[in-house]
């Protein structure tokens, strides 16, 4: 939808329009029109509502009752204030059970383990057992050396030896190999209990800005799941204007321009508010885009979520030739006579006027066509 109108005065250009009907109501009512120069604007209809700043919906990130909200509707609060508690009694216990599981891993890994130490003691043993073939098969060696002894004594000895070697290794790497995974264990029971953790804090929803908590959505008591907006928290002090503009108009708006907006809680009041970006999708259902302004001239209170209609001025000229729309034609033709069309130029244009830049001149008398 699209409303235009003309501007009476340079301060709110477009703005006070009703001197423009008065005119075109007089000018409806004759059969001709003598054409003058007026202030002459273009703009695009707009409606929307006012939003605090960073206003946005508060969700639980996990499904439950709610134990107890923690604020009211009001109150100021800081980023990271909890605003309510949900039933967490489950996953306490499992938060409990993760911490013991944890420090029961922690002491498989630590000196005192009967895991590690009886494999330690295997291990001390092993070793002895191996050093002392060791020197048992030297000192054999040193005798057949010197011819004293029998070949089978040192074939024994050998034997053994390598027995023991054998041994000593398997429990070494057994040793290791336990010792890993306990620690392996150890990581991953401490991974649990963070994650217990995590889920702990899941079950308290907070602020993420410093602001005011403007709706809580929901009671003690009720079940909520993650999907269930449970609170409105914005900026205490800041708003934007948030308007939805046609898809037909939108290519029209760019950043910075003027817009000139009306709310009911002020009735006729009009405050100007500039365009500081736009919404770069569709709304697929309501064919519309969202464009968000900021105020230039701010209200003495608001309240987020009331109702603006509002004009962004497209383009505007203080001095124009210009005719009443009624008195163009569709092929962009107006009467100079009766019986005679002239073809004409055309600029901006509006509900009301159309300006004329080239095909009739100032104080020529134009004819309504019937």
Known sequence: ?????????????????SGFIALQGCASKETT???????VSESVYASGVIKAAQQ???????????KKILVEEGDTVSAGTPLIIIDNTVSEFAA????????????????????????????????????NDSILLKRQQNLWDQQVGAKLDLEKRELAFKSSNTDYYSVLLQYNQLKSDLEKKYRQSVNTFEISKKQQSDFSAVSNINGIVYDLLKEPGEFITTQTPIAIVGSA????????????DIVKIKKGQRVFLTMDSYHEKIFEGIVQRIGPIMNPRSRTFTVFADFVDIPEVLYPNLTVEANVLIQKKDKALVIPAAY???????????DETTQVVTGISNMEWVEIIEGIKKEQVIYLPQ
């Open 237 to 248: 002090d800041i708003f934007e204007i948030e308007l939805q503009v046609d898809e037909f």
């Open 33 to 39: 029109y003598t054409v003058k120069e007026k202030p």
């Open 328 to 338: 163009v034609t569709g092929g962009k033709g107006v009467l100079t006579a009766p």
């Open 1 to 17: 939808m699209r409303l235009n109108f003309v501007s009476l005065n340079s301060l709110f250009g477009l703005l006070i329009f």
């Open 56 to 66: 946005y919906e508060v969700y639980a990130g996990v499904n439950g009752i709610i």
């Open 96 to 131: 409990d059970n993760a911490r013991i599981a944890m420090e029961m891993s922690k002491d498989q890994t630590g000196p005192a383990s009967n895991t590690l130490l009886d494999l330690e003691a295997r291990l001390k043993l092993a070793r002895e057992r191996m050093l």
